[in-house]
């Protein structure tokens, strides 16, 4: 039995449908389907620089099939508000990254679209079920998505003969960089979490002040 290669699968949709291709694909990387949307969008870049596929349907395409995807998680998040507080609520880790996200909402939204992209649906998730408006959730997530598009897109475009390169590199080590940057953020988290504890224990009077 021959075994799929399911990024060649999704590279052929790409080749044969175009900029149909790249949005559908991008719509379900939003919903945490696990599909290679970096390595489609390096690639995309390289065939618009080939003259395979137009780059303004490209854009146009791959913007509302990524900003349509983040969208549903978002309301995912809203909708199922209750059963995600029963099911994460007493996690450290998820009440650390809800901390965060209501201190920084809009820098979280932004560099999830492209910097920390594996962190990217949990925190459509946690905007939707904290009720964190939906226009300025809507905003960060275009311009992330357009700064995401416009840089691996570039790279594809401005290295087109020679993406095939970048993309193993890109599908070698993007695991390995999701893994650091989901550890460092977790240290971070740790860190703001142990660095309150203990100005709690030095000046409880203060930190009581926080909290009227």
């Known amino acids: 039995m021959i075994e799929l290669?399911?990024?060649d699968l999704f590279?052929?949709?790409?080749?044969?449908?175009?900029?149909?291709?790249?949005?559908l694909i991008l719509l379900l990387g939003a919903l945490g389907v696990p599909v290679p949307a970096t390595l489609t969008?390096?690639?995309?870049?390289?065939?618009?620089?080939?003259?395979?596929?137009?780059?303004?349907?490209?854009?146009?395409?791959?913007l509302a099939g990524a900003v349509l995807?983040?969208?549903?998680?978002?309301?995912?998040?809203r909708l199922a508000k209750r059963w995600v507080q029963c099911r994460f609520g007493r996690s450290?880790?998820?009440?650390?990254a809800q901390q965060q996200f209501e201190q920084r909402g809009a820098s979280a939204v932004y560099l999830t679209r492209f910097l920390f992209t594996p962190l990217a649906l949990p925190t459509n998730l946690i905007a939707g079920g904290s009720g964190y408006s939906f226009r300025p959730f809507l905003a960060y997530d275009l311009a992330g998505e357009i700064t995401w598009?416009?840089?691996?897109?570039?790279?594809?475009?401005?290295?087109?003969?020679?993406w095939d390169l970048l993309n193993q590199w890109l599908s070698d080590y993007s695991g390995w960089?999701?893994?650091?940057?989901i550890a460092g953020i977790s240290?971070?988290?740790?860190?703001?979490?142990?660095?309150?504890?203990?100005?709690?224990s030095r000046w409880p009077g203060l930190a009581l002040s926080q909290y009227p």
């Open 92 to 96: 450290s880790f998820w009440q650390m």
């Open 11 to 23: 590279l052929a949709w790409l080749a044969d449908y175009g900029s149909l291709a790249l949005g």
């Open 149 to 162: 598009l416009a840089i691996y897109g570039g790279f594809g475009y401005f290295f087109g003969s020679q």
């Open 41 to 62: 969008v390096v690639t995309t870049g390289a065939l618009v620089q080939q003259g395979s596929i137009e780059g303004g349907s490209a854009a146009v395409f791959g």
């Open 5 to 7: 290669n399911l990024s």
């Open 177 to 181: 960089l999701g893994g650091l940057i």
């Open 187 to 200: 240290i971070y988290f740790l860190g703001q979490h142990k660095l309150k504890t203990i100005r709690s």
């Open 69 to 77: 995807g983040d969208s549903l998680s978002y309301m995912t998040g």
